[in-house]
């Protein structure tokens, strides 16, 4: 593998919706240039960059994955990214790990949510996009659709460099507005040949139409250019593509590409233009990175003389390798066996076998200079996010900022002991996934995994069956609700039993008020004149905490509540802490019903960001799961609406969400407080409660 000079590498994320054609580019702009050998298909199970099992089994992209294609001197690093929301951690990743993103959309289709997602991600990342209008051999297929969608939708500096000659099974050729020349292709070819020709006669209007648009476009970002174009000047070819390159790079234009993926129509030219357009890693301001241990910001340049950092933004377990670990080289060279260090985790690592991926194949390299993408297996402390650095200057580089989990299951063992296995499982499938959240609640007995729709939290437990051999199966979570009082009441609390022997005598009286939310529990010792030992008065509040844990109406813990122990009598042979602790159990069981108890939920605050054409639907649904509409603002292209909703109405709401807004609805929600249910729910509660006690019981 020849060596690439920060200069010469170009990384570029290849994103877009699910289906619009992101895998099979990558393979046919890698097989083109050469770089791979065979040219697959995602329908066969052949793709290069799609090669899980997951991915082969469902026809889709699932996880990030990595391609290189060497075209004139150059090595690009191609990052295919899923397509679909559920999986939008991935496509973040790509893009944070990329200098440009190439935004495929399908030529049948036009803008879709996942277009619109990804364009977000690369302007949030302040990448220059550019554009490609894929599957133009498929019935349907409209570039000028699709090129006004992209100006409507996304953004209006969107324009031509590329328009097609014939459309759905007529695509056989392009015609380069920069090169002025068609490029029409031989039927049959294997990568992408053609025979470079003039315009032809019939679509010579259409181009002079678009070359006038990209002349003025590219003219109107230079003022010297400009002035040269207004006079009736000419622009050369190369003034034409430095004037572009630097227009993209400032973000005062975005060009628009089209092609044939499967019949490798267009794989040329992109290639070419990628070269020629897309800003190399030596190009890019240096980052600021973080002295581990202070607050010291560093200034980390993209060149080779620079110390060593770099970011992994990808963790993959394969079969028979074990954990990969991807990364970016940001600063400084690195060298296969070079130990390296984990500041974060405090932990040097050996970067043995240093690699670059081919889809599932790792080619080893002895260097990698500074932008480059390289791979690594088995690194004992790193995970996705973590830092490598030079072992003198230990850094912490800015954080690929993955998107937090919108829904929750709860999962279930189909077999009984596999329990520890499950969470060995899920811990390894969060380091490959961080979007993937996992935890135990042991106040309701569930395991709980989160995700970022039904999709993605249905791969995670395919994987944990195939990776783990741990079969679950997902029910209801249960919601933690609280218990507390409104009223006033106290009572007496008292046990004995004799056997015979030394018996057991403990007697307390209590009372028992309520506090303001929040308050927790308060205990308040209020014995005189010896009635009960003070060294018996803690056994007492003990009893009544561990009977609060179990409440009064629905077996849940009882909060915010004051208990006065005011009274009570002991007896000198057969008193002892555990005859005054359960004294003080049934103390509680005694005063506490009649305290006007009541249950509590808890409540989020909700975040939901809809087009406003959705607006009305949201705030309808919302209100039918007893939601407080709070108020809504603009939010860019969206609205942003605030809520405050009960947990118990929001299972599986990101889902409905997706069809109200059809896909284009994101929400975010957290825990605000614990609020009085209603009694008509109060009550379908605790009578749920009671049918599982006597279930159990049986």
């Known amino acids: 593998m020849k060596e690439y000079a920060s200069g010469s590498i170009r990384n570029v994320a290849v994103v877009g919706h699910g289906g619009s054609g992101k895998t099979s580019l990558v393979d046919a702009l890698a097989f083109v240039a050469g770089s791979s050998k065979r040219h697959g298909r995602v329908k066969d199970g052949t793709a290069l960059t799609d090669y899980s099992p997951d991915e082969t089994e469902k026809g889709y992209s699932i996880n990030l994955a990595l391609a290189y294609a060497e075209w004139e001197g150059a090595k690009i690093n191609l990052i295919d990214t899923p397509g679909y929301l559920d999986f939008a951690g991935d496509a973040m990743a790509g893009v944070y790990a990329a200098d440009a993103s190439l935004i495929v959309l399908s030529a049948t289709s036009g803008v879709e949510v ?32 699709v090129y006004q969608d992209i100006r409507d939708h996304l953004t209006p500096k969107a324009i031509p460099v590329e328009i097609p000659v014939g459309e759905g099974p007529a695509f056989h050729g392009i015609i380069n507005l920069i090169t002025r020349k068609a490029h029409l292709y031989k039927k049959g070819t294997k990568t992408g040949e053609y025979d470079e020709q003039g315009i032809p006669a019939e679509l010579e209007a259409k181009y002079q139409k678009y070359e006038k648009d990209l002349i003025e476009t590219v003219a109107s970002t230079d003022d010297a250019l400009l002035e040269r174009y207004l006079e009736g000047g000419e622009i050369g070819h190369d003034e034409l593509v430095r004037a572009m390159r630097t227009a993209l790079t400032k973000g005062e234009l975005y060009p628009v590409f089209c092609g044939a993926s499967e019949l490798t129509y267009g794989m040329r030219a992109l290639l070419s233009e990628i070269v020629e357009l897309v800003p190399s890693p030596a190009e890019n301001e240096p980052k600021q ?186 029910v209801k979570p249960k919601i933690p609700y609280r218990e507390t009082i409104k009223g006033k009441a106290e009572g007496e609390g008292k046990h004995k039993k004799q056997t015979g022997g030394r018996g057991q005598f403990g007697d307390c009286w209590i009372r028992m008020m309520p506090l303001p939310r929040g308050s927790g529990y308060v205990f308040d010792d209020q014995i005189v004149g010896g009635a009960i030992p003070g060294k018996f008065i803690p056994a007492v509040d003990r009893g009544i905490q561990e009977a609060s844990q179990r409440g009064v109406l629905a077996g849940c813990p009882m909060v915010d509540f004051k208990v006065e122990l005011f009274d009570g009598k002991y007896h000198d042979v057969d008193s002892n802490e555990m005859s005054f602790k359960m004294a003080g159990i049934l103390a509680f069981k005694n005063v506490a019903p009649g305290c006007k108890p009541i249950l509590l939920e808890p409540l989020s605050d909700l975040e939901v960001f809809t087009p406003e054409e959705y607006l009305g639907n949201v705030m309808g649904d919302l209100s039918s799961r007893r939601g407080q509409i709070l108020g809504t603002e603009p939010d860019g292209r969206m609205v942003k609406l605030k809520a405050v909703v009960p947990e118990a109405e929001l299972y599986k709401y990101a889902t409905q969400l997706h069809s109200l807004t059809h896909g284009r609805g994101t929400c975010r929600g957290k825990f605000k407080q614990y609020s009085e249910v209603p009694p008509d729910v109060a009550a379908k509660i605790a009578e749920e409660h009671k049918k599982e006690n006597k279930e159990e019981e049986t």
């Open 114 to 145: 996942g277009t619109e997602k990804v364009w977000e991600y690369s302007q949030a990342c302040g990448h220059p996009p550019i554009f490609f209008v894929s599957l133009m051999d498929k019935e349907h297929a409209n570039f000028e659709r």
């Open 289 to 474: 990175a973080e002295r581990w241990g202070s607050a010291d910001k560093i200034t980390v340049a993209p060149t080779d003389d620079a110390p060593f950092t770099a970011l992994v933004f990808k963790t993959m377990s394969e079969p028979h390798v074990g954990d990969v670990s991807f990364f970016r080289v940001v600063s400084g060279c690195v060298r296969n066996g070079q130990e390296v260090f984990n500041a974060a985790r405090g932990a040097a690592e050996k970067l043995n076998h240093l690699s670059i991926a081919q889809g599932k194949e790792k080619v080893e390299v002895a260097t990698l200079h500074a932008g480059d993408i390289g791979a690594v297996a088995k690194l004992r402390e790193t995970h996705t996010n973590d830092t490598l650095s030079a072992p003198g200057m230990p850094v912490v580089l800015p954080r690929v900022p993955f998107p937090e989990p919108v829904i929750h299951v709860a999962i279930e063992a189909k077999v009984k002991g596999e329990e520890d296995k499950i969470s060995i499982g899920l811990g390894k499938l969060h380091e490959e996934d961080p979007t993937f959240h996992w935890e135990y609640n042991g106040e309701v007995r569930q395991t709980w995994i989160r995700g970022l729709g039904e999709r993605h939290l249905e791969v995670i437990l395919g994987r944990l069956a195939r990776k783990f051999g741990v079969h679950a199966g997902t």
